[in-house]
């Protein structure tokens, strides 16, 4: 019983807890990691599957409808491969590359506008993916700047 006393007062200290904290982060980026590569996986197979659904359900001059479904699913892929990107990133370096999470978050925004129905949207849907567009590109471009001259 001394023992486990013992042990849970050296968790206590500033050096073990931290080294304990960071184990802890290091298994949960790993099991996302894991976790990611199954979503990447089942979407793969979910646009294999449409898409061959679609070239032989679909008539004559119709599949042009399905197009924007199609780059939609595509866009899922590179957007699960880039949360992937981030998460290895982490796990070799340990430090969240903003960049890289820009730029998963443009993607986001670009797969949105689209797969957009402008009949469906309203106008303020529209200005506020533009000003999402414009907020990343400008932190994206900072971003980038520094890190050429650093």
Do not use: C, P
């Not at 982060?25 to 646009?47: C, F, N, P, R, W």
């Not at 949207?121 to 520094?146: D, E, F």
């Amino acid at each position: 019983m001394r023992h486990l006393f013992r042990k849970i007062g050296n968790l206590a200290r500033e050096e073990n807890f931290m080294h304990l904290i960071e184990n802890i982060e290091v298994l949960v980026a790993k099991v996302l990691s894991l976790a990611m590569v199954v979503v990447i996986v089942a979407a793969i197979i979910d646009l294999g599957v449409y898409l061959i659904n679609q070239l032989f359900a679909s008539s004559y001059g119709q599949f042009n409808q399905v197009l924007f479904t199609i780059f939609g699913l595509f866009l899922n892929v590179l957007i699960a491969l880039e949360i992937l990107e981030n998460i290895t990133a982490y796990l070799r370096k340990h430090v969240v590359h903003v960049e890289l999470v820009i730029v998963t978050s443009l993607i986001a925004v670009a797969r949105k506008i689209i797969i957009l129905d402008l009949e469906k949207v309203t106008g303020s849907t529209i200005i506020g993916l533009g000003v999402a567009v414009l907020s990343l590109s400008i932190a994206y471009w900072i971003i980038r700047n520094s890190n050429i001259r650093h």
